[in-house]
């Protein structure tokens, strides 16, 4: 038994030597840690990271339905964990995850507005129904906030009905 408690390795890249936890795992080796110790792994990929990005691009293009299989295989396989891992991180990262999607509603109104529309067109009687069954239990929050919109925006509303004034008194008339 040797009198140092921490075990140390040699780098191969830089030729220090540290501690075990310098270096990462890695199954294969002998004594289950890599080669180069993570500062010098990490030199490497600061230093090419675009090298190694066309790569890993290069390799995706050319075995991407392999991996998707993969993907899926494993999705399908572990699913409730896949699940779990999802709520956890949804529950994690609220404010993220609200902010992204803030994000990319201002960034893509119209596709947004062209989705809703779609789907109104493809379900009207059904979100009419929801609209008539939520309005119906939720009365007087409905009005409580129709008020609110009237009282914030009375002069916008004012001005609306003074343009469309002549529209207006046709479907009054219409409808008497």
Avoid: W
Wanted: charged share 45%; proline share 2%; net charge positive.
């Amino acid at each position: 038994m040797s009198d140092d408690p921490s075990p140390q390795k040699r780098c191969s890249k830089c030729g220090e030597t540290k501690p075990l936890d310098a270096f990462a795992k890695n199954n294969r080796t002998k004594d289950g840690r890599k080669y180069h110790c993570k500062a010098c792994v990490r030199q490497y990929y600061d230093t090419n990271v675009e090298s190694i990005r066309e790569k890993s691009r290069a390799y995706y293009e050319a075995n991407a339905e392999s991996i998707g299989e993969k993907n899926r295989a494993y999705y399908e396989a572990n699913v409730e964990k896949k699940r779990a891992q999802s709520r956890r991180y949804q529950a994690n990262h609220k404010e993220t995850i609200r902010e992204q999607k803030r994000a990319y509603r201002e960034a893509n109104p119209d596709k947004i507005r062209e989705q809703k529309r779609a789907y109104y067109e493809a379900n009207a009687d059904y979100v009419r129904e929801k609209s008539r069954t939520y309005r119906a239990a939720n009365l007087e929050k409905v009005r409580e906030t129709q008020r609110a919109y009237r009282a914030k925006n009375a002069e916008r509303i004012r001005e609306q009905r003074q343009r469309n004034a002549e529209i207006i008194r046709e479907r009054k008339r219409a409808y008497r």
